[in-house]
C-alpha cells in the first residue's frame, strides 16, 4: 500500500515537473482507479471517494494525493473544476480555483501487528 502512494506521488512530482502531460495524468487516474477510488461528475462539480488507498496512508501523503488527482484533473479537462473527495461518506477534501484542502487530518488507522 505505501509502495502504490509513494508510486502516485512520484507519478504527480513528475507531472508537475513537465507542462501538462496528458498520458501522465491519465496514468495516475487509472492507477487510482485501479485501487478502489471511484469518482463521478455532475454539473461539472466532481465527487471522489477514496478506495483502499487512503487507508494506511499517512496525512502529509494524503494531501499529495488530493494534489495528484486535483492537478491531473485539470490537466485532463484544461480547467480547474470543484472536487469533493470522500472517504466512507465523510468529506476529507476539497479542491476548487480557490486550492487544495485537506479536512481530515487524522492519522491512519494502524492495524496490530501479529
Known amino acids: 500500500m505505501k509502495t502504490m502512494s509513494v508510486v502516485l506521488l512520484s507519478l504527480a512530482c513528475a507531472t508537475q515537473a513537465f507542462a501538462c502531460d ?4 491519465a496514468n495516475v487516474q487509472a492507477a ?3 485501487m478502489g477510488t471511484q469518482w463521478s461528475e ?3 462539480v466532481v465527487s ?4 483502499r488507498v487512503w487507508e494506511g496512508t499517512a496525512a502529509k501523503q494524503r494531501f499529495g494525493l488530493l ?3 486535483a492537478e491531473g ?3 485532463l479537462t484544461g ?3 470543484e472536487i469533493s473527495f470522500y472517504h466512507h461518506g ?3 477534501g476539497r479542491a476548487s480555483t480557490a486550492g487544495i484542502q485537506l479536512l481530515d487530518a487524522a492519522p491512519p488507522k494502524r492495524t496490530p501487528a501479529c
Do not use: E, M, P
Open 73 to 75: 484533473d485539470v490537466c
Open 90 to 92: 465523510k468529506l476529507v
Open 48 to 51: 471522489l471517494d477514496w478506495g
Open 22 to 25: 496528458k498520458v501522465d495524468a
Open 79 to 81: 480547467r480547474a473544476r
Open 67 to 69: 494534489k495528484a488527482f
Open 42 to 44: 455532475r454539473g461539472g
Open 32 to 34: 487510482l482507479s485501479d
